[in-house]
Structures are given as C-alpha cells and as structure tokens.
C-alpha cells in the first residue's frame, strides 16, 4: 500500500469497540469515507506527539504536528465532530466564519434546538434568580495567548462591571494549585462572590446569565435561553458577548440578554458546519474535508 493511502489513528479505545459491534459512528464514517486507504489503530495518543509514520495521522484532541496530521474533536454534544488542522477551538474555521441562516428549515431546527435543551436542562424548569453563574477552568492566574484577561481578572471585571452576585464553580476535572486557592480564598471576602457546589444544569437553569472564559457551559446557557459574555476565543462565541471582539463593556450588554436567533445558530453550527456521524453525508463530508486539507482524496 503507498504511503499516500495510510492513515494512523490515534483514537479513543471506545470509538474501536463501538465501531467493531456494528455500530455507526465517527470512525465507521472514516472507514467509510476511504475504501482505498489503509488504517491502522494505534492507542491513543496522551502527551508527547506520536512518532512520525509514513501516511497521515489523525489524533484525538492532541495539538497536529505537520501538514499531514489533523486532529478530530467532538463538537459538545455526539454525534457531532470537527476534523482540524489544530486542536484549538479558537483558530476553528467556524470560529472567523460569518452564520448563514439562508437555507434554515425552520420546523427541523426548532426541533433541534428543544432536543439540545431538554438535554441540558434535564427536565429543570427555567427561572432567572439574580445572580452570574461563573463556571470557572483551569489556570487562575495566568492570562494564556487566547483570553482577554486571566481567569482572576475576570472574576474581578464582572463584580465592577455589573451589580448582581457571582456564584461560581470550579471545574472538576482541573487541578487547582496554592495560588489558586489563595486567590480564591481573596476573593471570598467580596459580598457579592461566592464559590458554589452545584451542578451547572440547576446554575444554568436558574441564573440570569453566564460569563465564562470560554467553557462549554457557556453553550449550554445559551442552548436554555441565557446569555453568555465570554472572555476568551472560542468556536461558539457568535451569539454571545465576547470581551475579545466585543469590548468589555458591549460584552455585558449583549451577554445580559438571551440570545438572538439561537434556533438558527443552532442548526448552522452543528448541522451546517460540524460532521454529524449519523447522517448518510457524514462520509462525503470527510472526504471533502480532507480533500480540502490537500489529502490525496481520488
């Protein structure tokens, strides 16, 4: 087999067993999207880059390294994917895309939008309690290359720039150093800041709105019905108030209110503009992406 028809995967064990008891998912989409390409499945791949091989490698939510390796990552909610010459969600193409709603089928989409929010919500009722819901990441001190400010700064920002409490939450699969939790610990002493242990589906459901450096959380607020102001780049950040593109003070004016034209960003974004795995096109899609990556697609 040439070395221009080899692709490498580097890919979560579960997408392999799925796909191997029949079921129709991402990776059976590849296999699908290349009947004249040899595969071979590697473990995936957790920190160091993989070795070179001869072909192409695709990775799972590892930084490419090369013009021949792309990385797949889900886009939120499966069965939705984007393949992408990088792993960071800011430099997507979608994210300096402009939303085309010309060709929304208006009933479908509301469907999928109440689909998306029922499962967010998980059955809660939605009320608006006076209070941001701040899910916070990793990182707290640090200002990285793709925020507006620090995760710290943020948190003081919102408390000067509107009046209503905070309640944040850290997120659980992040490690929180001494710095941390001192400046935490500072920040506690403000009225109008709290650090909460709760689930983000009740805070989403009960709060105003959302602000966020740029978790996912910030999607589903969005998804409910909340607005979200947004401190950092990120692929989602069409409907939202964004301090990056926005400024700081039009981020909040935005973010405060629920946001427009959802149902339609909704369907542009996963339907239009991300790999649905279930579809019969999920195949055609690929190749065309990676057609479009400069892969020796026939």
């Known amino acids: 087999m040439a070395a221009d028809r080899q692709l490498h995967l580097y890919l979560p064990a579960h997408l392999r067993r799925d796909q191997l008891a ?15 390409w040899q595969l071979h499945h590697h473990p995936e791949a957790e920190g160091a880059a993989p070795p070179p091989r001869p072909g192409f490698t695709l990775t799972h939510m590892q930084e490419p390294v090369g013009p ?7 886009t939120y909610f499966y069965p939705f994917w984007r393949i992408e010459p990088t792993n960071a969600r800011w430099d997507y193409a979608v994210t300096r895309a402009t939303p085309d709603y010309s060709r929304i089928p208006p ?44 995760p710290l700064d943020m948190i003081r920002a919102t408390l000067d720039t509107q009046p209503l409490p905070v309640k944040a939450t ?3 699969s992040e ?53 979200a102001v947004l401190f950092a780049g990120i692929d989602f950040h069409h409907p939202a108030g964004s301090v990056p593109r926005d400024g700081l003070a039009r981020a909040f004016e935005i973010g ?7 149902t339609e960003y909704l369907w542009w974004f996963f339907r239009h503009r991300a790999i649905d795995a279930q579809s019969d096109q999920a195949a055609a899609q690929i190749r065309a992406l990676l057609a479009a990556q400069g892969w020796p697609i026939a």
């Open 22 to 36: 029949g079921q129709v998912n991402i990776l059976a989409r590849l296999i699908e999207a290349l009947p004249d």
């Open 68 to 74: 021949r390796n792309l990385c797949l990552r889900r």
């Open 107 to 150: 009933e479908r989409a509301r469907n999928f939008h109440q689909r998306l929010r029922d499962r967010v919500l998980e059955g809660r009722v939605v009320t608006r309690e006076g209070f941001v819901f701040m899910p916070l990441q990793g990182r707290l001190t640090e200002h990285r290359s793709f925020q507006s400010m620090s």
């Open 170 to 172: 850290l997120h659980p």
């Open 175 to 227: 490690t929180y150093g001494a710095a941390d939790h001192a400046a935490l610990a500072a920040l506690a002493r403000h009225p109008r800041f709290q650090l909460v242990q709760a689930g983000a589906a009740d805070l989403i459901a009960r709060c105003d709105h959302v602000v966020s450096q740029n978790s996912a959380v910030a999607l589903q607020a969005m998804i409910a019905g909340k607005g």
């Open 256 to 262: 405060r209110e629920a946001p427009r034209k959802m």
